[in-house]
């Protein structure tokens, strides 16, 4: 059984950094890429970027290009979100999800209907 939990969303100021973390339990193989993802309230859920395990490659979305960074440790089976320069803009819950996959991180993974397992979500707030 699949699991994730992410943790570390809050309130931050325009401008300022927020990290979140992600548990992953239940995988059985190196063979899967762990993604991050945000929805806004009264949108659609959208790609931030993802990791794959196999490789450590990582993709993100241009949006946040250059601003987060996605980082794990393999052996905590752990994963992180450093955001940095937030802007209003970046609000929504936060959510890492869970895919088996033997390709390096690319664009076409950043549907989120191509991913099987969620973790709950935690909210992000960019506000003076």
């Known amino acids: 059984q699949v699991h994730l939990a992410e943790s570390g969303g809050g309130l931050v100021q325009p401008g300022g950094s927020l990290g979140l973390s992600c548990a992953v339990s239940g995988l059985t193989s190196d063979n899967f890429v762990i993604g991050w993802f945000r929805q806004a309230p009264g949108k659609e859920r959208e790609g931030v970027g993802h990791?794959?395990?196999?490789?450590?490659?990582?993709y993100y979305e241009d949006s946040v290009k250059g601003r987060f960074t996605i980082s794990r440790d393999s052996a905590k089976k752990m994963v992180y979100l450093q955001m940095t320069n937030l802007r209003p803009e970046d609000s929504a819950d936060y959510y890492c999800?869970?895919?088996?996959?033997?390709?390096?991180?690319?664009?076409?993974?950043?549907?989120?209907?191509?991913?099987?397992?969620w973790g709950q979500g935690t909210q992000v707030s960019v506000s003076s």
């Open positions: 990791i794959s395990f196999r490789d450590d490659s990582t």
């Open positions: 999800a869970a895919e088996v996959s033997y390709s390096p991180a690319n664009r076409f993974m950043s549907v989120a209907a191509l991913w099987q397992h």
